[in-house]
């Protein structure tokens, strides 16, 4: 099977992805403390970007499952993930703009969290990159990322019942915003070191 070079591209969809739902959480979280309890409305916009990134992500990753693009087991080790990213993406976005309770795609997310752990220690251990410490890094903070979305799923529903976020919900969001923020920077990070080499071999 020939190698479709999108992999660069679908590298920047989760890189964008991270920055979308940082300036999203963070824009609400700001509102929230000024007193603005619709949560639901403030996010809503922002859930439509993602909404399309995650559909973008899906199809991608569907056609990585179904055609096999990447050499060997690597495509197993991209698109297994991307796809459940795709899909916590549109379930998110969906929940938001019809009203739904976040923790259902937040359990998603977090056992899809795991599963993006598992990939990228075995992957590590099989010495299957150049760059073994990055593409550890991302599966990672990936991973880590989506198991805190759990919580912060739990916290957005939580919110218009309460009448101040708690130091606890903080820490979370917090660290919640530092594996986007990882994750985003080592995605670019690796799409960027990528796109030369493509560019240079294209399929």
């Known amino acids: 099977m020939v190698f479709i070079d999108d992999l660069a591209f679908e590298l920047f969809t989760l890189s964008l992805v991270g920055v979308v739902s940082i300036y999203l959480t963070g824009y609400a979280y700001l509102y929230y403390r000024k007193g603005l309890k ?25 056609f990585g499952e179904m055609t096999w693009p990447l050499p060997g087991s690597y495509n197993i080790l991209f698109y297994d993930p991307y796809l459940l990213f795709g899909i916590i993406l549109v ?3 969906s929940s938001i703009i019809l009203k739904q309770k976040l923790q259902f795609s937040g359990i998603l997310a977090l056992f899809s969290g795991l599963i993006a752990i598992y990939y990228g220690v075995n992957a590590y251990f ?22 805190f979305t759990f919580p912060a799923t739990l916290i957005y529903d939580l919110l218009p019942s309460r009448d101040n976020v708690s130091k606890f919900w903080t820490v979370i969001l917090v660290l919640f915003w530092v594996g986007l923020i990882v994750s985003s920077v080592l995605a670019a990070l690796t799409a960027i070191e990528a796109v030369p080499q493509h560019l240079l071999k294209p399929p």
């Open 126 to 147: 099989d010495k299957m990159t150049s760059s073994p410490i990055a593409m550890l890094g991302l599966y990672l903070s990936l991973g880590l990322t989506g198991m």
């Open 38 to 62: 619709d949560v639901e409305t403030i996010m809503r916009p922002g859930a439509f970007i993602l909404g399309i990134l995650g559909v973008i992500i899906m199809i991608m990753g569907i």
């Open 91 to 93: 379930s998110v976005s």
